[in-house]
């Protein structure tokens, strides 16, 4: 399903950077080649948002296993609108509010650019690993506790109307279309990235 990517092999994440930024496996190492760059006052702006972002993503004391909390929002959204709960409407509505505040989609409007430009790099990324992620899992692109995979196209299809239901139908129920634009923004650029044929999928 996905787009071939060419591998590159013993990367030197401070030659070029940011270039493989999002390359550094774990928040932990993130964070120390981040501090180097810092150091050597490489991109002195970008660095102090992505530093940032870094911990609002991955916590204050970012380790190695931190957990993801933007992927945290992202699934804790995901599961409220495949729930289709038409009774805990307040509650909802409180929640969503606090998933836009934890992707800091509330803040991005008053940003600076430079921040405006990490947050959308930090988004892709997020988008990136999520698209990779449910197209390797066994129990996302199966069906019958695991044991029928499905076709490819079903697939692409799924993720695409999955999108679609976080960053535009579910939010617009509360009145959050709008915010969660810059991240649907980010979501469909990876798609279009990752997913072969993606356009044949995708429909506005």
């Known amino acids: 399903m996905l787009s071939r990517k060419k591998i590159t092999s013993k990367i030197n994440y401070l030659e070029d950077w940011p270039t493989y930024y999002y390359d550094i496996p774990t928040p932990s190492l993130r964070k120390e080649f981040l501090e180097k760059a810092i150091a050597s006052n490489l991109e002195p702006e970008h660095d102090s948002c992505r530093m940032e972002i870094l911990k609002k993503r991955f916590g204050t004391k970012v380790k190695k296993d931190s957990g993801d909390r933007f992927m945290l929002a992202w699934l804790m959204i995901k599961s409220a609108a495949v729930a289709k709960d038409t ?6 509505h409180r929640e969503l509010e606090g998933y836009l505040d934890d992707l800091c989609l509330r803040s991005f409007p008053s940003a600076s650019p430079a921040m405006r430009q990490v947050l959308e790099e930090e988004w892709l990324d997020l ?4 698209i990779i992620s449910c197209s390797k899992s066994k129990n996302y692109s199966s069906t019958f506790f695991g ?26 129920k509360f009145g959050f279309e709008k915010d969660f634009l810059p991240l649907r923004r980010m ?17 506005e």
Do not use: C, G
């Open 87 to 92: 009774i805990l409407i307040k509650k909802q």
């Open 127 to 130: 988008a990136r690993r999520y």
């Open 147 to 172: 044991i029928i995979p499905l076709n490819d196209n079903i697939v692409a299809q799924k993720l695409a109307d999955e999108i679609d239901l976080v960053t535009r139908i579910y939010p617009d």
């Open 187 to 203: 979501f469909m650029d990876a798609y279009f990235q990752l997913v072969a044929d993606a356009d044949s999928y995708w429909h």
